[in-house]
T-cell receptor, first 113, second 114 residues
Framework: NAGVTQTPKFRVLKTGQSMTLLCAQD?????MYWYRQDPGMGLRLIHY???????AKGEVPDGYNVSRLKKQNFLLGLESAAPSQTSVYFC????????????FGSGTQLSVL | AQSVSQHNHHVILSEAASLELGCNYS??????LFWYVQYPGQHLQLLLK??????LVKGIKGFEAEFIKSKFSFNLRKPSVQWSDTAEYFC????????????FGAGTRLAVHP
């Protein structure tokens, strides 16, 4: 019963390096999301997708790119990491018909030095 | 801009104490509101939700929340907390245009001491 799986769980980058965070869900959900969580700021939406092959910007999209080539996967890319991107990243998914009920992954702790 | 505010960032209680966590939203019109919870080492999960009808909604584990339109509030309550309620609690709401952009509050960390 995997649900939403994020990899990696921890990562340390140097400024300017690139990386990709992978999110996979096995619930056949149509919608997927990437959030970042920072102290005192709650969760802020980075990008989201309402279906395979479609993506849209959220509240804080700058510096990130996403792709949804397969329904079950949602990738978050950082092309040139900056210290301001140090955060905990959460992936989530939901059904189209009950899309207020998000299922979250366990998070990725990213530090950019 | 539409926003969701949680005023208490850290709350410390003893077991059996009553709990009330504040949540305020900034916009009018049709309002749907949610509380999510993240227990230590676990994923964020939906605790309860309000769509319409009875403004007092009940969720899992004895939690309830009351929607007060005149105060733009959706406070979370529990009459008697347990050590297992130690968690971080997030209020959330969708802006106009759909649920696929849930706005979360900053969260409240609750610590319950035995």
């Amino acid at each position: 019963n995997a649900g939403v799986t994020q990899t990696p769980k921890f990562r340390v980058l140097k400024t300017g390096q690139s990386m990709t965070l992978l999110c996979a869900q096995d619930m056949n959900h149509e919608y997927m999301y990437w959030y970042r969580q920072d102290p005192g700021m709650g969760l802020r939406l980075i990008h989201y997708s309402v279906g395979e092959g479609t993506t849209a910007k959220g509240e804080v999209p700058d510096g990130y790119n996403v792709s949804r080539l397969k329904k079950q996967n949602f990738l978050l890319g950082l092309e040139s990491a900056a210290p301001s991107q140090t955060s905990v990243y959460f992936c989530a998914s939901s059904m189209r018909t009950e899309n207020e009920k998000l299922f979250f992954g366990s998070g990725t702790q990213l530090s950019v030095l | 801009a539409q926003s969701v505010s949680q005023h208490n960032h850290h709350v410390i209680l003893s077991e059996a104490a009553s709990l009330e966590l504040g949540c305020n939203y900034s916009y009018g019109g049709t309002v749907n509101l949610f509380w999510y919870v993240q227990y230590p080492g676990q994923h964020l999960q939906l605790l309860l939700k309000y769509f319409s009808g009875d403004p007092l909604v009940k969720g899992i584990k004895g939690f309830e929340a009351e929607f007060i339109k005149s105060k733009f509030s959706f406070n979370l309550r529990k009459p008697s907390v347990q050590w297992s309620d130690t968690a971080e609690y997030f209020c959330a709401a969708p802006p106009s245009g759909g649920y696929n952009k849930l706005i979360f509050g900053a969260g409240t960390r609750l610590a319950v001491h035995p």
